[in-house]
């Protein structure tokens, strides 16, 4: 098991190697000087020259992505050439909205969307089941950003139960989650779709099986038969999902935070991109590329350990 462990590492800490080259070389595409839009087109010759000396882009191209891979094995992200303050401390501050929320909204998903797919392959073929399938079929047509205003409208606009926008700080504790509530509930209304139909479809892939036949025969309900040997199986290909679903909410919240002005990574990196700052525009890029090896890494590493058979 340690060495398909090590195995696996190995693989991600090359595939990070292979992301990072990737990030450098796409923004190294990007149309137009990044300089010239920064300052505008009425900058004098002598202040461009000065600003391309500073953001080193009169370096050759091997020198600047040999530059970027010794900072990232430090840790240095670079610095802001907006904010004039390193990218570390902006992902730093920006990053206690940005995580709350996509756990906040994973374990909507999660509650929402699990009891939804179990409730529906035990009752398949049935009303309740065809109610969650057209319901999950709804939720994932619909686009997150207008579910997002349309639930402004309902409970800030109409109803006055929670803010329509805005973060005060995790100062106020009650104030800083009921500001999180609604683009929450934006963020996981497709993924708990997403999650319930996965669930379904994988408990009755298990409940087809032979071992399920072996345990009804046993005398199990069939409802023991389901929770005890059918949902652990599943499992697998859920929690799969689920880490697949962690990294997409911590990146997806880029349209949520500017349609309800919260000041994370997601409206960061959007104000970077206007603003043309390559180096918030990486470094956050690069977060989140990590974050998602990571996460898949531990979600490989649990499945591992939960089912036996996939150690050969």
């Given amino acids: ?69 010794g900072e990232l ?4 992200l670079g610095m802001s050439h907006t904010y004039h303050v390193p990218v570390a401390t902006l992902i730093g501050e920006r990053l206690p909205v940005s995580l709350p929320l996509a756990l906040i909204s994973l374990l909507l998903a999660i509650v929402i969307g699990i009891p939804g797919g179990i409730l529906a392959a035990m009752r398949r073929d049935k009303w309740l089941d065809r109610a969650v399938r057209v319901k999950t079929q709804i939720l994932l047509a619909i686009p997150n950003f207008w579910l997002a205003m349309l639930l402004v409208f309902v409970f800030a ?20 989650i009921s500001a999180l509530v609604l683009p929450a509930v934006a963020l996981a209304a497709p993924q708990a779709a997403i999650l319930a139909r996965v669930t379904r479809a994988a408990l009755i892939e298990n409940l087809d099986d032979v071992f399920i036949l072996a345990a009804r025969a046993r005398g199990l309900t069939a409802s023991a038969a389901l929770f005890r040997h059918a949902l652990p199986n ?8 689920m ?31 206007n603003q043309r700052d390559l180096a918030v525009v990486s470094g956050v890029s690069m977060l989140l590329i990590a974050s998602t090896i990571v996460v898949t890494f531990l979600v490989d590493l649990t499945a591992l350990i939960i089912d036996p058979r996939l150690r050969r």
Avoid at 18 to 40: C, R, T
């Fill in 1 to 69: 098991m340690w060495i398909l462990i090590i195995r696996r590492l190995v693989g991600f800490l090359a595939t990070l190697a292979v992301a990072s080259i990737l990030v450098f070389f796409l923004l190294e595409i990007l149309p137009g000087d990044p300089a010239q839009l920064i300052l505008g087109t009425d900058a004098r010759p002598d202040t461009l020259l000065a600003l391309r000396h500073e953001m080193g882009l009169d370096q050759p191209i091997l020198t600047r992505l040999l530059q970027w891979i």
């Fill in 73 to 76: 094995l430090t840790g240095n």
């Fill in 157 to 176: 606009i109409t109803l006055h139960w929670l803010p329509a926008g805005g973060f005060s700080g995790w100062r106020n504790i009650p104030n800083a």
């Fill in 234 to 241: 599943a499992m697998i290909s859920v929690l799969s999902i």
């Fill in 243 to 273: 880490g697949l679903q962690f990294s997409f909410l911590l990146a997806g919240t880029i349209i949520i935070e500017n349609v309800f002005y919260l000041p994370g990574l997601g409206r960061l990196i959007f104000q970077a991109v």
